[in-house]
């Protein structure tokens, strides 16, 4: 009896605008050749799997990275490698039932080398899409790639909450983000914002009525938030990032696994988000391509014969040689 796939998820082909395929692992190696001659942009969504409450799903952060990044590669071509969906975490995240950190060492080395073999296999301008509070991690792996791994890329970092900062600066203010749609809550974690962006990308995995019954919970700070930064640092104006203070553990102070006030989430304002995020980072991928086509990459690194401490091309001989007869 003929049937499809055995899988939904992993089986069937994910097609751009143009019919190619927009996810690496589905690609043959003829298909990836003929990929980076007409488009050599990847994106390398960098994510985690972690507790965000009982009524939103442990993977949230990587299905809104990967669904913007598989959106952008509909439109513009460009691939989309496996993501990541482990990451780092900082130390207030720990211990809570479904989150799996890994050591932010262990994520540097891992990207750099994914980063390496993505250059290898003809990609020269790599986006690291992160969508998990690890920004501060991923610098890093960019400049180990490029300084340990010898890459020659252009390799770039960015959230998909970088790209409507502006949005969320409006939590607050009464002024609305869209048509009569307002953010009440500034972006915290697993908060009004991400259930209202994974509620939109994937409206099935919602359990909305424990959204409804359990969704109210506040924010516990060890320092006033007039100094520091809230998820995403969208308030440039505050002396502390987030990630720059010992925060109140969630394991003790959000034992369910949110902060703020979920109950507030809308599918509606996540659909304004993600879909001017996607707006703009295409607007953004088509002047790359444009800029740099296939195979034309800027210059970002420093060739080892071209600096001082590189063994020399020539040598002298040992001043004096004594043989026995």
Do not use: C
């Not at 143009?18 to 690609?27: A, E, P, R, T, V």
């Not at 990967?66 to 989309?80: K, L, N």
């Not at 599918?267 to 800029?291: D, M, Q």
């Amino acid at each position: 009896m003929a049937r499809g796939p055995l899988s939904e998820r992993w089986g069937k082909p994910v097609l751009n605008k143009f019919g190619g395929k927009i996810y690496l692992d589905q690609m043959t190696m003829k298909e990836l050749d003929e990929r980076v001659k007409e488009n050599d942009i990847v994106f390398l969504p960098i994510a985690s799997t972690e507790a965000h409450g009982p009524f939103a799903p442990l993977g949230e952060d990587t299905l809104i990275g990967v669904s913007i990044a598989e959106r952008v590669a509909y439109e513009t071509g460009s691939t989309v490698a496996p993501p990541i969906m482990y990451g780092s975490h900082p130390s207030h995240h720990y211990g809570m039932k479904g989150t799996i950190p890994v050591r932010a060492t262990t994520l540097i080395e891992y990207v750099a080398d994914v980063v390496k073999w993505l250059s290898n296999a003809g990609f020269k301008k790599i986006i690291l899409w992160n969508s998990h509070g690890q920004e501060y991690v991923l610098p890093i792996a960019k400049d180990l790639a490029i300084i340990e791994r010898g890459v020659h890329a252009l390799v770039m970092v960015t959230s998909w909450w970088s790209w409507v900062q502006d949005l969320l600066r409006r939590a607050g203010t009464g002024e609305s983000i869209d048509s009569g749609v307002r953010l009440e809550t500034p972006f915290i974690h697993a908060d009004e914002v991400e259930t209202s962006a994974v509620w939109y990308v994937a409206p099935d995995l919602i359990d909305v009525e424990t959204l409804k019954k359990e969704s109210r919970w506040g924010v516990y700070r060890v320092l006033p938030g007039k100094w520091v930064n809230s998820a995403g640092n969208v308030f440039p104006d505050k002396p502390f990032n987030w990630y720059d203070v010992s925060h109140a553990p969630e394991f003790y102070y959000y034992s369910k696994g949110y902060v703020g006030w979920p109950g507030l989430a809308d599918p509606k304002k996540g659909e304004v988000l993600v879909e001017t995020a996607i707006k703009r980072v295409v607007e953004f991928v088509e002047w790359l391509k444009k800029t740099y086509p296939p195979g034309v990459v800027p210059r970002t690194w420093i060739d080892d014969k071209d600096l001082h401490y590189h063994k020399p091309e020539k040598h002298a001989e040992p001043y004096e040689r004594i043989e026995k007869d």
